[in-house]
Nanobody, 127 residues
């Protein structure tokens, strides 16, 4: 059984930074795609960023246009891990952030194509 466990969420002031991490545990798990979605109160879950394996130790990274100047996604040396560096956080970044993964190539921004999900980690940005 595969589990995705997020860490790094918390309370931060606007303009601050947080780094989220996600690690997969369980059976041998080499996700082709690992990424992040978020859900703010009263809103639908939205795509944040994702990575797709491109061969060897190379991963293609894609961040939502509205966040790409502030957020960076990366895969660790251990391909079972993915991190999201969030800088210049805004009040509207407050949400539960979910790690998601897939073993095959999927459309990176479509949450329905990710079969594996973490429980989520709360990020709260205060003024």
């Amino acid at each position: 059984q595969v589990q995705l466990v997020e860490s790094g969420g918390g309370l931060v002031q606007a303009g601050g930074s947080l780094r989220l991490s996600c690690a997969a545990s369980g059976r041998t798990f080499n996700p082709y795609v690992m990424g992040w979605f978020r859900q703010a109160p009263g809103k639908e879950r939205e795509f944040v960023a994702s990575t797709r394996w491109s061969g060897g130790n190379i991963y293609y990274a894609y961040v939502a246009d509205s966040m790409k100047d502030r957020f960076t996604i990366s895969r660790g040396n251990n391909q079972n891990m993915v991190s999201l560096q969030m800088n210049s956080l805004k009040l509207e970044d407050t949400a539960v952030y979910y790690c998601a993964a897939a073993l095959t190539a999927v459309a990176l921004t479509r949450e329905r194509e990710y079969p594996y999900w973490g429980q989520g980690t709360q990020v709260t940005v205060s003024s």
